[in-house]
């Protein structure tokens, strides 16, 4: 089964992250680096999308 890759949205150029799911795990990469994939468990990006969106990482941005 071919991955399905999902684009950030508001990305400028080529600027952007993708996620993908395969099986149990979430697939994330960056534009310019498609073949450095992290991989995830759903609950980490839950709490990670979590963090991002109480602000814990709003001093990186």
Request: proline content about 0%; cysteine-free; aromatic content about 6%.
């Amino acid at each position: 089964m071919e991955i399905q890759w999902r684009k950030s949205s508001g990305a400028e150029g080529n600027a952007y992250v993708e996620l993908a799911e395969q099986g149990d795990e979430i697939l994330l990469h960056e534009s310019g680096k498609q073949d450095v994939v992290v991989r995830m468990t759903r609950s980490k990006l839950e709490a990670f999308l979590g963090g991002a969106k109480g602000g814990e990482f709003d001093d990186l941005a």
